[in-house]
Nanobody
């Protein structure tokens, strides 16, 4: 059973930065596909950024150039560096993990609140 524990959310002014962390346990982190999603009030959960097990990363168009996903396979941790934050970035941010062995399974963290004030 994979467990994901997020941290790093909080209140920040527009233009500021935050770094979210997601510590994974319960499976081989090197084989995990990691991603970050967010959900704003009244909106659907959306993909923000991901990092694959072989190190490829990508961000959604809405955050490209501002948000960067990364991972530390020694610390079993995924990160989301968020710069130049905007009020529309406000929401609950969720860590997501996908593994393929012993079977395809997905896991979610508990979520961390990010609030950007104008």
């Amino acid at each position: 059973q994979v467990q994901l524990v997020e941290s790093g959310g909080g209140l920040v002014q527009a233009g500021g930065s935050l770094r979210l962390s997601c510590v994974a346990s319960g499976s081989n982190f090197n084989g995990m596909h990691m991603a970050w999603y967010r959900q704003a009030p009244g909106k659907q959960r959306e993909l923000v950024a991901f990092s694959t097990s072989d190190g490829n990363t990508r961000s959604a168009d809405s955050v490209k150039g501002r948000f960067t996903s990364s991972r530390d396979n020694v610390k079993n941790t995924a990160y989301l560096q968020m710069n130049s934050l905007k009020p529309e970035d406000t929401g609950v941010y969720y860590c997501y993990a996908r593994i393929v062995t012993p079977r395809v399974s997905v896991y979610w963290g508990q979520g961390t609140q990010v609030t950007v004030s104008s």
